[in-house]
């Protein structure tokens, strides 16, 4: 089996990795990729993954038998449409399904008219409209940008000037924003795959989306993720399934909107239960980079029954170890930041403990990688639990070493005492 990944973050490195370990690849191609994927697979550079005539001409050229979407970008701009038409097989949404995640207001409508638990919210196109309902509401309230933000188009806050200066920002880019009422409780991932018929929950997970220690600061694409969330048991899981999962996939189903692929759940537990916060249509970056270790199963298997509606027939077989990503990033981010650093030699640990996973790197003549990001590496500890995973995450994130690099220090602390 040949595959084409579209993408080129830690979140497509880690997916080429776990390809690159099935037993049915007889070819790997990445576009773009970065100096990671190149590695072990054939980077396309020239191939632009929004950019379809592009990536179909790939496809011809390279025999490819599968292509697999990685971020959202291309989904929201139809590529598994133009796929689809010229017989190609690939694992993502159409583009209507994909309005799931890059239309906050498109989502909200299909969770409120499906009866799943979310956050109450208003949307609003003109600044007069929103100075109105933000001096009207006490205490802290949510704003959302509609459109796709990369992970940052999300502000909480109770003072009216932030929330209003980042309400006009939204504004001014032409696209309207939803004002949500504010969810207290503790956040989690899950990730579940479907073959337009069925679909299967993968361990859950925790993204990390503040720049500061403590989650604190600004909003970024997340610093760090941990895998399985220790603190989400039998009964919450079922009842999340029960709630929000099962309602979900019906609510696609009666919509017309079923798809082979990824989708993402991002919940609060709140007192009164699982509440939905988003949905994505693929993979989280750096979620999916503490998830895919942690799958036993041939990776091309799972795809090839994913591809072939046979989903529900698959063994899928999950590991009892923990996963904690700890995201390396370039300084300034998430505001200001300088690209083309380059990055001294990284080191070599085996993968049964550790992984590095590049994000946006290109690499020179002399095979030097040169970061191109905000958030340039994933550095992936595994253990037999979350503090074991951590120490050795930790033990290798200052070996990944260029100018201006930092990270959180305190990724998966807070589950810590779940774990002993």
């Not at 693929?282 to 591809?307: H, K, M, Y």
Request: charged residues 25%; negative net charge.
């Amino acid at each position: 089996m040949k595959v084409l990944i579209l993408g080129s973050g830690a979140r497509e490195h880690a997916i080429a990795w776990k390809f690159s370990k099935s037993n049915r690849i007889s070819g790997l191609f990445i576009a773009p990729g970065n100096a990671g994927t190149g590695e072990i697979g054939e980077n396309l550079w020239d191939v632009d993954p929004e950019k379809s005539a592009e990536v179909i001409a790939a496809c011809r050229e390279h025999e490819i038998n599968l292509v697999f979407v990685g971020p959202e970008a291309p989904l929201s701009a139809g590529i598994v449409d133009a796929l689809q038409k010229e017989g190609i097989s690939v694992i993502g949404p159409h583009q209507e399904a994909a309005r799931l995640e890059s239309s906050k207001e498109f989502s909200k409508d299909f969770m409120l008219r499906h009866g799943i638990p979310t956050a109450a919210a208003v949307t609003v196109t003109n600044k007069k409209e929103l100075e109105k309902i933000i001096k009207q509401r006490p205490g802290k309230v949510v704003i959302k940008k509609n459109g796709l933000a990369s992970g940052k188009g999300v502000l909480e806050s109770d003072a009216t000037d932030e929330l209003l200066s980042f309400g006009h920002g939204i504004l001014k880019q032409k696209d309207s924003l939803l004002v949500e009422e504010f969810l207290s409780g503790y956040e989690i991932s899950v990730f579940t795959m479907s073959d337009g018929k069925t679909y299967c929950i993968l361990p859950t997970t925790a993204d990390f989306k503040k720049a500061g220690e403590g989650d604190t600061g600004p909003n970024t694409g997340g610093m760090g993720a941990i895998c399985p969330v220790p603190v989400v048991g039998k009964q919450l899981l079922s009842e999340i399934e029960e709630t929000i999962i099962q309602p979900t996939f019906r609510g696609l189903e009666k919509d017309g909107l079923m798809y082979k692929g990824v989708l993402y759940f991002g919940l609060m537990i709140t007192d009164q239960g699982p509440k939905v916060l988003e949905y994505n249509v693929r993979f989280g970056d750096p979620e999916c980079q503490v998830l895919l270790p942690l799958i036993e199963s041939d990776f091309g298997d799972f795809c090839d029954s994913i591809a072939k509606e046979n989903l529900e027939n698959f063994p899928l077989a999950i590991s009892q170890k923990s996963a904690l990503c700890v995201v390396i990033a370039s300084g300034g981010y998430p505001a200001k930041y300088s690209k083309g650093k380059k990055v001294k030699p990284l080191p070599h640990f085996p993968e049964k403990d550790c992984m590095i996973f590049h994000a946006s790197t290109k690499s020179t003549d002399d095979h030097t990688a040169l970061t191109g990001g905000g958030r340039c590496f994933s550095v992936v500890g595994l253990g037999p639990n979350l503090t074991n995973a951590s120490l050795r995450a930790y033990e290798a994130a200052p070996q990944v070493k260029f100018d201006g690099a930092w990270y959180r220090k305190d990724i998966g602390q807070k589950f810590f005492m779940d774990t002993m």
